[in-house]
């Protein structure tokens, strides 16, 4: 099994440290990669957080996804 980081956003649901329930998600470049962005905000639970983490992925993506000219088509 290799340990070459996989490419492309990884999202992760953590638990947010002294604060009872609260969590918030992070996106790495890639799974073992560096921190892209957190979330500033804390959710009461890990789908809520997973919901609007996924929401923050796919933004990412969008924003580095090539763009397909007329001619490309």
Not at 19 to 33: C, E, L, R, T
Not at 43 to 55: F, H
């Amino acid at each position: 099994m290799s340990t070459t980081p996989t490419p492309g956003p990884h999202l992760e649901i953590e638990r947010v440290a002294d604060s009872g329930d609260a969590w918030q998600w992070s996106i790495y470049d890639g799974k073992d990669g560096p921190l892209i962005q957190m979330s500033e905000h804390r959710y009461s639970s890990s789908d809520a957080a997973r919901r609007i983490g996924d929401k923050a992925v796919l933004a990412i993506r969008m924003r580095s996804a090539p763009e397909v000219s007329g001619d490309d088509v």
